[in-house]
């Protein structure tokens, strides 16, 4: 596998624990570095010896500079960016704070993320379906019919999906949906340090702990200032009291008590993604992903779901569908056990509207080697 030069994804490996796993797994989650991991302990110590609020006011600088670094990530002002705690709560939240009318309906495609789907039933949302074309992605000429004949209150698009590789060009269809003055919200809970995320989006969200190689139980709402006075947060009179003068009323989508150390090691892994350079990760991601295809293109009792090579780019996710009747999770399970191979069996509740059958997904970061993919094929059983 080449892709000059080598020396920054090597060196990715090296900042990281020793391993003696592959872990071909970033999809579920990334591996944080030794100074992700350290800011972590290093914040959560420094609560005990100051106390948690005093540590907190005092972290003030290092969340302000990930703040910007991530709006700059997400095409937000730094003031639109809020921290909660995972991909699922920024959508819960987002749901709760937007002024939306019961009823309202939300525009998606076929290959939504499932959970996203009970959360808009949840919410008393109607679900429309977006047009796309053979391969999955949105078809942009049907979305300007749809959005101009019957706006929805928002569309909803995954910019990568979870269970196969499909990047769909949100920056155009955000722009379409906007002549027409529909909101677009993206999940960008696969796409953040993947794939280009600044989109235009109203609303955009992600995790931490995927390709960005955070810590867990962090995730990120991004949105965009024309939304900000028009949001409805639940906040309580005494955390609308702790808002400063002039503050971003953004911030009152975060959860008041929290895990700030994760935030401070998201923080330290954002920082980490642009000292490596976004673009060049998203480039080396779009050839591990192409590789990775290669690699296991013709291996025995198992088919590479193809990958759309659209306008959006590569993207680093390759699913194996099971052509021999395997069990996708006790392969799973094998090639754990008997390998130290980590991958993920992608069930059919992850996009219930498009799969037919469960994947195993396969998802290298940056420092993946030809090696690993080849005991990965080795390891893969052909019945
Ligand atoms: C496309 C997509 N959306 C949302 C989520 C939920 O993210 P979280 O587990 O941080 O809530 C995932 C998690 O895998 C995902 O793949």
Redesign the pocket.
Known sequence: MTNPPDEPWRRFKGLRPLSTFVHLDT??AGRSSRQTLTAVAGYAERESVTGAYVAAAQAGPVLAAGRSALGELLGVEAGGIAFV???????GVLLRAWPLMAGSTVAVLPSE?G??LDAFADRGLRIATLAVDGSGLIDLDALRQFVAMTPPAFVHL??????RPLVQPVAAAAGICHEAGVPVWV?A??GLGHVDAACDADAIY?????WLCGPRGV?VIAVASSWWRRLRPRASEMDRDLLAPGESPVLLLESHEAHIAGRIGLCAAVAEHVALGPAQVRSRLAAVGRLTREALADVPGWEVVEAPEGSAGGCAITALRPAAGQKVAAVRALLLAEHQIVTTAAVTA?APREMKEPYLRISPHVDVTPEDLAMLRRALPSS
């Not at 705690?85 to 959508?91: M, N, P, Q, V």
């Open positions: 999809a579920a705690e995972s991909a699922t709560a920024a959508l993320w959970p996203a995954n910019l990568v999906a979870s269970h999940d809970a696969q992600a995790t931490s702990r995927k995730g992850r």
